[in-house]
């Protein structure tokens, strides 16, 4: 039996794992056609191809990051991990003065300081040291609204008497208002909405991991999918792409429907688009699928429960639920991951939210109606990122 990554401390027995998940990771690139690592420049557009070799991915940088504990000791990672504040810090004036659109991609023109003083306005002491608006966008939200979001979460859990469901998030603490995020983006500070909208469009190598999950292909010819939540429409429309049998609605608020209409208008997908605030009954009846993508890990369960339940009211007996989201492995077991647990923080620090177990989403369900039972859970292959999967719910 593989030796579980956290329950060793042997520096050998570690770099036996990394030898083994490096090889399998070569092997999987290999056979996929796929050029090893680099830190080459590369071509944006591999930045947004499928992934591959994720299981052997993510055990080389478990293993990195439990080398790197044992090896700095408890004084130096402790002070790496709590000066971590500083990056987002910087790159959020990275962002603002548009090095990454400065920076040449060409290793035979190199962009000097200079260069970057001259083509900015920033001194040449500032700039120490991304040109996909959605990544650069994406960066922003870290580097802003979750990092506003970080610097008041301790005293938001201690007016919260220490509980999640409960009171103000950390960021509407941090931004001094009573909104929730979202009404917040979308209605106080229509900037920052547009860039969420944007930032969220930003994974685009992971919509293909919506089709390897789900065999949308085996729905029948003018099945009705209504994306919940769909933002811009991203992902309908790399599912449309392939699936021009079905037909889609897009349902968000106004100002990521409204980009969605205007980016895809020329594209011919069969797409309708539809301002809709999910808190509010579903106003299309009796859908094949009824489709939600990272949305109900941005709500509590309460509140996500009511999200469904909105839902439940407009389904009829072939309706379906498909809940893409991830599914957090149980406390005991199985190695902890870095971004899962990074990101259960974030959804808690952002809208008293959490990424939840499948137990967690199976009581989640049941809170929203005694007769939505999870069918089916379509994990796919390995690739799925962030132990991504698709719960499959239907009223039983």
């Known amino acids: 039996m593989a030796t579980q990554i956290s329950k060793s401390e042997d520096?050998?027995?570690?770099?036996?794992?990394?030898?083994?998940?490096?090889?399998?990771?070569?092997?999987?690139?290999?056979?996929?056609?796929?050029?090893?690592?680099?830190?080459?420049?590369?071509?944006?557009?591999?930045?947004l191809a499928p992934p591959v070799g994720e299981k052997p991915r993510r055990s080389i940088v478990r293993v990195c990051e439990k080398l790197t504990t044992l090896v700095q000791g408890p004084i130096d990672w402790l002070m790496?991990?709590?000066?971590?504040h500083t990056f987002p810090a910087v790159l959020e004036t990275v962002i603002e003065l548009k090095l990454n659109h400065l920076v040449s991609s060409d290793p035979q023109k190199p962009t000097s300081?200079?260069?970057?003083?001259?083509?900015?306005g920033g001194s040449a002491e500032l700039i120490t040291v991304l040109k996909l608006p959605g990544i650069e966008a994406l960066m922003g939200i870290c580097s802003d609204d979750i990092l506003c979001a970080a610097s008041a979460?301790?005293?938001?859990?201690?007016?919260?008497?220490?509980?999640?469901?409960?009171?103000?998030?950390?960021?509407?603490?941090?931004?001094?208002?009573?909104?929730?995020?979202?009404?917040?983006?979308?209605?106080?500070?229509?900037?920052?909405?547009?860039?969420?909208?944007?930032?969220?469009?930003?994974?685009?190598?992971?919509?293909?991991?919506?089709?390897?999950?789900?065999?949308?292909?085996s729905l029948p010819s003018g099945s009705l999918i209504v994306d919940?939540?769909?933002?811009?429409?991203?992902?309908?429309?790399?599912?449309?792409?392939?699936?021009?049998?079905?037909?889609?609605i897009v349902q968000d608020f106004d100002g990521p429907i409204s980009l969605g209409k205007s980016t895809y208008k020329d594209s011919g997908l069969p797409i309708e688009w539809?301002?809709?605030?999910?808190?509010?009954?579903?106003?299309?009846?009796?859908?094949?699928v009824y489709f939600m993508r990272r949305v109900l890990h941005d709500h509590s369960d309460s509140v996500g429960a009511n999200v469904l339940r909105m839902i439940v009211g407009a389904m009829d007996k072939k309706s379906r639920i498909l809940i893409?989201?991830?599914?957090?492995?149980?406390?005991?077991?199985?190695?902890?991951?870095?971004?899962?647990?990074?990101?259960?923080?974030?959804?808690?620090?952002?809208?008293?939210?959490?990424?939840?177990?499948?137990?967690?989403?199976?009581?989640?369900?049941?809170?929203?109606d005694e007769k939505l039972k999870i069918?089916?859970?379509?994990?796919?292959?390995?690739?799925?990122?962030?132990?991504?999967?698709?719960?499959?719910?239907?009223l039983n």
């Open 228 to 248: 919940v939540g769909g933002g811009s429409g991203h992902v309908s429309s790399a599912i449309a792409k392939e699936n021009q049998h079905l037909k889609f």
């Open 324 to 368: 893409e989201d991830m599914i957090a492995p149980d406390l005991y077991g199985e190695d902890s991951e870095w971004f899962i647990n990074h990101a259960d923080i974030v959804m808690m620090m952002m809208h008293n939210a959490k990424e939840r177990t499948l137990t967690e989403w199976e009581l989640l369900a049941k809170k929203a």
């Open 375 to 394: 069918m089916k859970v379509w994990r796919g292959n390995a690739e799925a990122r962030g132990n991504s999967a698709i719960l499959e719910l239907m």
């Open 153 to 217: 979460l301790s005293r938001t859990m201690k007016n919260n008497k220490y509980q999640i469901d409960n009171g103000k998030s950390a960021f509407s603490t941090a931004l001094n208002t009573d909104l929730d995020s979202f009404d917040y983006f979308y209605l106080e500070d229509p900037d920052r909405g547009r860039r969420f909208s944007l930032g969220m469009t930003s994974h685009t190598g992971s919509y293909a991991s919506s089709m390897a999950l789900y065999p949308f292909q």
């Open 113 to 120: 300081l200079s260069d970057l003083e001259r083509e900015s």
């Open 80 to 84: 790496q991990s709590t000066g971590g």
């Open 11 to 47: 520096l050998k027995e570690l770099l036996q794992i990394l030898n083994q998940s490096i090889g399998d990771l070569l092997l999987e690139l290999e056979i996929n056609g796929r050029k090893p690592p680099s830190l080459k420049p590369i071509d944006p557009q591999d930045l």
């Open 274 to 288: 539809q301002v809709h605030n999910v808190f509010k009954q579903q106003p299309v009846k009796g859908a094949d």
